[in-house]
């Protein structure tokens, strides 16, 4: 995945916003962190990870999945986007969407998605 993907993906949900964090590109909804990219590793930072399942991940795929010592104690992942799958990653967005996002944003994609 790209850098533009990887943007083009996150923009793709209702009511995001970029702005920044850290000083690097992020994305925000509803005034929350959303994720951000890392030019440091060409990674971004998905929330809603849990330890078990980041531990699980950085095991099945170590090239793509890790941490830094920053992250070591967040419900968060650090993935690397060249070879993030843009599915998954647009999975692992939605999951901290919907936690952040107003609820009606959240009826409304899901009554557009049921089509």
């Given at each position: 995945?790209?850098?533009?993907?990887?943007?083009e993906i996150a923009l793709s949900f209702p009511g995001v916003?970029?702005?920044?964090?850290?000083?690097?590109?992020?994305?925000?909804?509803?005034?929350?962190?959303?994720?951000?990219?890392?030019?440091?590793?060409?990674?971004?930072?998905?929330?809603?990870?849990?330890?078990?399942?980041?531990?699980?991940?950085?095991?099945?795929?170590?090239?793509?999945?890790?941490?830094?010592?920053?992250?070591?104690?967040?419900?968060?992942?650090?993935?690397?986007?060249?070879?993030?799958?843009?599915?998954?990653?647009?999975?692992?967005?939605?999951?901290?969407?919907?936690?952040?996002?107003?609820?009606?944003?959240?009826?409304?994609?899901?009554?557009?998605?049921?089509?």
């Amino acid at each position: 995945m790209t850098e533009d993907e990887m943007r083009e993906i996150a923009l793709s949900f209702p009511g995001v916003v970029e702005g920044s964090s850290y000083g690097q590109p992020a994305f925000l909804v509803n005034k929350k962190f959303f994720t951000r990219y890392r030019r440091a590793d060409a990674s971004v930072v998905l929330m809603e990870v849990s330890i078990d399942e980041r531990e699980m991940l950085m095991e099945a795929e170590p090239m793509t999945f890790h941490i830094t010592a920053h992250y070591k104690d967040y419900p968060s992942v650090l993935a690397r986007i060249a070879t993030l799958h843009p599915g998954s990653y647009r999975n692992f967005l939605e999951r901290r969407w919907r936690k952040i996002a107003p609820k009606t944003l959240v009826r409304a994609y899901e009554k557009e998605r049921a089509g």
